[in-house]
Each structure stands twice: as structure tokens, then as C-alpha cells.
């Protein structure tokens, strides 16, 4: 299983960007998708993760602002950032806890990281 991620980039304070996660491998089925990150100093943080449509949970620094989404159990996650911060400068990556073909567990996949720049 990996997770490609993009969207990233450079954008003003105040602006706008959206980040997807696309899924692919032997997947069975996928118990949730979310994303963390990480700025330069902290510790690897949450910042939202989708289980269903109604079981959604954003950190507190980004409710309000960012919106996760996904089009059913299998499609790509979407991270709508809206009124960006230099605050939310970081490294984002996605995560997926995805349970494969064959197997009866599942396991937690993250992709590589993409840069999200906020300049002020």
C-alpha cells in the first residue's frame, strides 16, 4: 500500500490550498484517512482525520479553517485549507489506517510528506 500526496506549495497568509491523498495497492477496505504535520522544531501533530462522514476531527488550531473530505471508503482525501497562517507552515502527511487483501488486521500507511509554506 502507499499514499501519493500533493498539493502543497507557497502561498500568502490569508490564502488558500488543497491537498489530496491518493490510496493504491491491495486495499481491502480503509478504516480512516486523515492528515498530520509537522513545522520545523515541533512534534508531529493531527490535523484532521476522517473515519466517515459524520466522524470527523480536527485539531483545535485548525477548526473553522481546514476541511477533510473523501468521496467514498476508497477515493483520494482532500484537505481544504482556507485562511492559511504562517502558523501553518509544516510538512503534511497523509495517513490512512488501511486493512489489505488477505490480511484480517489493519495497518497504519504514511505517505512522504508534502511542504506547505505560509508566507506572512
Known amino acids: 500500500v502507499q499514499l501519493q500526496a500533493f498539493g502543497g506549495g507557497l502561498v500568502q497568509a490569508g490564502g488558500s490550498l488543497r491537498l489530496s491523498c491518493a490510496p493504491w495497492?491491495?486495499?481491502?477496505?480503509?478504516?480512516?484517512m486523515g492528515w498530520y504535520r509537522q513545522a520545523p522544531g515541533k512534534q508531529r501533530e493531527l490535523v484532521a482525520l476522517i473515519i466517515s462522514s459524520t466522524r470527523i476531527n480536527y485539531a483545535d488550531s485548525v477548526k473553522g479553517r481546514f476541511t477533510i473530505s473523501r468521496d467514498n471508503a476508497k477515493n483520494p482525501v482532500h484537505l481544504q485549507m482556507n485562511s492559511l497562517k504562517p502558523e501553518d507552515t509544516a510538512v503534511y502527511y497523509c495517513?490512512?489506517?488501511?486493512?489489505?487483501?488477505?490480511?484480517?488486521?489493519?495497518?497504519?500507511?504514511w505517505g512522504q510528506g508534502t511542504q506547505v509554506t505560509v508566507s506572512s
Open positions: 495517513i490512512a489506517d488501511v486493512r489489505e487483501y488477505g490480511s484480517t488486521w489493519s495497518a497504519l500507511y
Open positions: 495497492g491491495s486495499i481491502f477496505s480503509i478504516n480512516s
